[in-house]
Nanobody, 120 residues
Framework: QVQLVESGGGLVQAGGSLRLSCAAS????????MGWFRRVPGKEREFVAR????????YYSDPVKGRFTISRDNAKNTVSLQMNSLKPEDTAVYYC?????????????WGQGTQVTVSS
């Protein structure tokens, strides 16, 4: 069982930056592939980024590639999402999630989400 709690959301102007953090409970954090997703009301949940168990492999969706950076600290049981050059279309609720599978084919645990609002 893993519990995830996101923080760091807020209101920022376009072009600005935010850093989201996700704190995980449990002793097996390093056994999970971690991901970030986002959802805009009325739209499907969208994959943003994921990071391998060791942190050595990362993958990003095209809309955020080059602007967002995912990282993790297994000693602190945290995963972060550094978001730079934010755009109004990045406005969403952001969720972190944990996957027990090698290729993150499913995510078993989800946080409650944190709101990110980017003003134009």
């Amino acid at each position: 069982q893993v519990q995830l709690v996101e923080s760091g959301g807020g209101l920022v102007q376009a072009g600005g930056s935010l850093r989201l953090s996700c704190a995980a409970s449990g002793r097996t954090f390093s056994s999970y592939v971690m991901g970030w997703f986002r959802r805009v009301p009325g739209k499907e949940r969208e994959f943003v980024a994921r990071i391998s168990r060791s942190g050595g492999i990362t993958y990003y969706s095209d809309p955020v590639k080059g602007r967002f950076t995912i990282s993790r600290d297994n000693a602190k049981n945290t995963v972060s999402l550094q978001m730079n050059s934010l755009k109004p279309e990045d406005t969403a609720v952001y969720y972190c999630a944990a996957s027990p599978t090698d290729w993150a084919t499913r995510y078993d645990y989800w946080g409650q989400g944190t709101q990110v609002t980017v003003s134009s």
